[in-house]
């Protein structure tokens, strides 16, 4: 029973970070129809942003998880406006393309700087040992890591449920040219939002600093699961993609645990649950249909 | 995916891209002489290039031709492609090193292999559109990368696949340049097939449902089993440009599969002009060259250069040049009327 409780918390620690990223991809698609490829590189330059503070500038990581967020808010918002801004009314592929393309110029920039190996970074001294919960006890940054999370989540859906710019968000993210009629400006919400997308994923990113291995590449193939996971939650869906992040983390680590002679099922299983989900609603979980194609 | 959609919802009712139409409204003897010019350049090409760069201009080419298939003639794009590309690459060395087949056959079986992998993926992909359908073919090909990645038993995982032999009937084509011409008749095979693909009834199809689904479905035609053919040849074209590369390099890496390889795919063929068909195999000429000359003058960060080619084309350049040029022939045409 211990081990189904460790595995099953384990999943959750790795479904918070699906779902922090997957939350951002959401907010964003719902805004700009764009989804962001760059996203998994944002994530990446989080984590490296911390470590270089931490190993530079001698910056704790506590500040770091103020400073990276904000930082790449404001990067991301300045992104938007030169560049991402001049596509939306294009093809939504173009800005997939735009995007991906600076994946991989973020990527190759950090890896001429500090090349590919990874860096460790040391887990926060308030943070480090564990928590005894009686039956079993956590690595106490694993607690913080979740409980963080689904506080973060539940805060973005407070905002998004009962606030006047949540109310304005989740109309122009369900029916963007209704809201207009409505006399609402959406335009103005679009840079924020965007920055708020980019500012989770780097969120995440600082808090994978001390569990996950910190190198150039570690944002690229995370994302390619998460785009993985919002076509299971339905990108559309702000709640169905972060259930389904926390649900793809479950389902991973139970297959690693219960299937540990198939090492390809922990890596492979959310792709077999999409294909599934693709059959049985081919909208996602929690998506609307689209327009009949 | 064109240039002229105005609103992000009236994505999947597109226009045609100028260029296709600019160069079927070309007078014969234009297209004729250009034609003859590109069989001239593919004669000519490795006694000026670097004979192992032409043969990875040919394979890139109908890679390009194969993903312009769909992103150009069946509104699809595909973020996958390496899947195809690379389960043919892994196919055909595995064939010829273990059968010892003579390269050309070991190639078609990587096609087919590569054919087969593309129902399935193809099957469950074709259920969404647009940006979802990028999403979905990238994340199925990252699944065939894991696959391969972990199955070492069969791929030698990161080592690669060492030694794959250019065996063809006792001919010696160890030498770069004869291989050249060892292949380029099969590359031109494939070329030519592509354009038969987009000039025929069905083809014309596939058109109709790249500009309005909702009209092709109400005129009877099956779409999603249209769609899905077209994938399965574009699958089958790609890999065999992929089979060839493998037989090319005589050794397959992990790098085949990769979603940086699919993602290159695509740019080729924005670069070349979406919807051109040429268009892509001027742009895979372009980018293999570009990224030789940067390897050989020891750039060590590539993805910086074709990610800035990425962003420029995708801001500044989205008709390709192929597109572009045709568009510009096409309003000098008008101008003289």
């Not at chain 1, 103020?66 to 939504?92: F, S």
């Not at chain 1, 996602?284 to 009949?292: M, T, V, W």
């Not at chain 2, 647009?130 to 065939?144: E, H, K, N, P, S």
């Not at chain 2, 993602?263 to 051109?276: E, R």
Request: proline share 4%.
């Amino acid at each position: 029973m211990s081990g189904f409780a460790q595995n099953t918390f384990n999943g959750l620690v790795s479904g918070a970070f699906y779902a922090l990223l997957a939350l951002g991809l959401a907010v964003i698609f719902g805004m700009l129809r764009v989804v962001n490829f760059a996203h998994g590189a944002f994530y990446m330059l989080g984590a490296f942003g911390a470590y270089v503070l931490l190993a530079e500038a001698g910056v704790p990581f506590w500040a770091a998880l103020v400073i990276m967020p904000v930082g790449l808010a404001l990067l991301g918002m300045a992104l938007e406006r030169a560049v991402i801004h001049r596509l939306t009314k294009l093809d939504p592929l173009y800005n997939f393309l735009l995007t991906f393309g600076l994946t991989l110029i973020l990527q190759d920039l950090v890896k001429l700087r500090y090349g590919v190996q990874s860096s460790p970074y040391e887990t926060p001294s308030l943070l480090s040992g564990s928590v005894d919960f009686g039956l079993f006890d956590f690595p106490t940054y694993r607690v913080f890591i979740l409980g963080f999370a689904v506080l973060l989540c539940v805060a973005v859906w407070w905002v998004l449920t009962r606030t006047r710019i949540g109310m304005v968000v989740r109309a122009s993210t369900e029916r963007p040219d209704l809201t207009r009629a409505f006399g609402i400006d959406v335009g103005r919400w679009v840079t924020p939002v965007f920055g708020f997308g980019i500012g989770l994923a780097g969120l995440a990113g600082v808090l994978a600093a001390p569990m996950r291995a910190v190198n150039p590449l570690m944002g690229a193939d995370l994302i390619i699961v998460v785009f993985a996971v919002v076509v299971i939650g339905g990108l559309g869906s702000i709640f169905g993609s972060v259930a389904a992040g926390f649900g793809i983390g479950l389902v991973q680590a139970w297959g690693e645990a219960y299937l540990s002679n198939f090492p390809l099922v922990s890596q492979t299983i959310v792709f077999v649950v999409m294909a599934g989900v693709l059959l049985w609603r081919p909208a996602g979980l929690f998506g609307r249909e689209e327009a009949p194609a | 995916m064109t240039n002229t959609v105005d609103t992000p919802t009236d994505a999947s009712r597109s226009t045609p891209p100028s260029g296709l139409i600019a160069v079927a409204r070309a007078p014969g003897w234009v297209r004729y002489a250009l034609l003859a010019v590109g069989l001239a350049v593919a004669a000519w090409l490795p006694n000026g290039l670097y004979p192992a760069v032409a043969v990875d201009i040919l394979c890139w080419a109908l890679f390009a031709v194969a993903v312009d298939l769909l992103l150009g003639f069946t509104g699809l794009m595909s973020f996958g492609h390496a899947a195809f590309w690379g389960t043919s690459a892994y196919v055909t060395g595995l064939v010829a090193i273990h059968v010892g087949l003579p390269f050309p056959l070991a190639v078609l079986a990587g096609a087919l292999a590569a054919a087969v992998l593309a129902v399935p993926i193809g099957y469950l992909a074709v259920k969404r559109t647009g940006i979802y359908f990028a999403m979905v073919t990238l994340a199925f090909a990252q699944m065939v990368y894991y696959v391969a990645n972990e199955w070492r038993s069969v791929t030698q995982g990161e080592n690669g696949l060492q030694g794959v032999p250019r065996e063809m009937f006792g001919v010696d084509l160890t030498d770069d340049y004869f291989f050249y011409y060892a292949i380029l008749p099969i590359v031109l095979l494939g070329l030519a097939a592509a354009w038969r693909i987009v000039h025929s009834p069905f083809g014309r199809v596939l058109v109709g449902i790249r500009d309005n689904p909702a009209r092709a479905r109400a005129l009877g035609y099956p779409v999603h089993r249209y769609k899905l053919t077209a994938f399965v040849l574009s699958g089958f074209i790609a890999g065999l440009g992929g089979g060839l590369f493998a037989v090319g390099h005589r050794f397959v890496s992990l790098d085949v599969l990769h979603w940086t390889t699919s993602g290159k795919a695509v740019i080729v063929v924005v670069l070349g002009g979406i919807g051109t068909l040429w268009g892509g195999v001027l742009g895979a000429a372009l980018v293999v060259r570009l990224e030789d000359w940067l390897s050989f003058s020891g750039f060590e960060a590539i993805g910086l250069v074709t990610g800035g080619i990425f962003v420029l084309v995708v801001v500044l350049f989205r008709r390709g040049i192929w597109g572009s040029v045709a568009a510009l022939a096409h309003r000098l045409a008008a101008r003289r009327r």
